[in-house]
DNA sequence: CCTTGACTTGGAGTCGACTCCAGATGATAC
DNA sequence: GTATCATCTGGAGTCGACTCCAAGTCAAGG
């Protein structure tokens, strides 16, 4: 699969595809004779994880790390469950940040939602006094 | 209270408190005789809706935008809801690829666990094999 | 054969959100 | 009265994460 290709599936740029790669956040894809990108399966897994870990604010130089440890092979399994720990960590934190501001803005939304019919009312009712309603 | 406490009493440094009121993220403050910022209570509620929003991800253009609106007054309402609907919505979709992040991070983190303690029942097999357990 | 279009590279530019800095001011401590 | 300290300002610098660009290569179509 050419980039183009990927990057319509994923909805992530080929600048950002390459980008990634140069960084060493994904693993270099094999080319065909012309020297262009061929993304298999095994490279479109890959694709997806980091779109998946991004899309939830994981910090690229950790995915470099985790990525890199994987590559590494088996005896980083311990450190790489620790890195998923902590990031898991993070992100329940930040989502319980998100949960909150979601509450305030329900209230909000909810406050305006009322200030919005009152003022409905209030045209209606002098409508009325006008014989207009 | 003077931006030293505020600052202490928020998590958000000095810098960042005049920061937002230059931009106009937070209308301005008033000053003490020679000229120091004196945040009064409103002063910090906004500071900390700021704060809130903010670490929810709402961008600074928005929310200035919002707090622009507020400042202008009554008839602003409605534009205000929606302003807030919106970012609602954006929000809503954050967490919930947050959640599906978070899904998986359980998955990978229980998949690690597992390989682990496989290791540590080999490690053991190989003892008792030689007779060390 | 030449053009078109997708791809390549390395490097530079952009964007959002801070963060830092130099130089000035004014209150307090010695 | 001078040193220390927190504060002030405008402007510059940094950082993470892309995003864009120029110049080059190659396959396919007319």
Redesign the pocket.
């Known amino acids: 699969m050419?980039?183009?290709?990927v990057s319509e599936q994923y909805g992530i740029?080929?600048?950002?595809l390459?980008?990634y790669e140069?960084i060493g956040l994904i693993p270099p894809v094999n080319?065909d004779?012309?020297?262009?990108?061929d993304y298999n399966e095994l490279d479109l897994r890959r694709v997806e994880f980091i779109k998946c870990m991004?899309s939830a604010g994981l910090?690229?130089?950790v995915l470099i790390e985790y990525v890199g440890l994987v590559q590494r092979g088996d005896n980083t399994i311990e450190a790489r469950k620790e890195i998923l720990i902590e990031q898991r960590r993070q992100l329940v934190a930040r989502m319980k940040e998100m949960q909150k501001t979601l509450g305030i803005l329900d209230h909000k939304i909810a406050a305006y939602e009322k200030a919005v019919l009152k003022a409905e009312r209030e045209i209606l009712q002098a409508q009325d006094l006008m014989g207009q309603g």
């Open positions: 050419k980039i183009a290709e740029s080929s600048d950002t390459r980008y140069r080319r004779g012309g020297g262009i990108r991004r910090p690229i130089e």
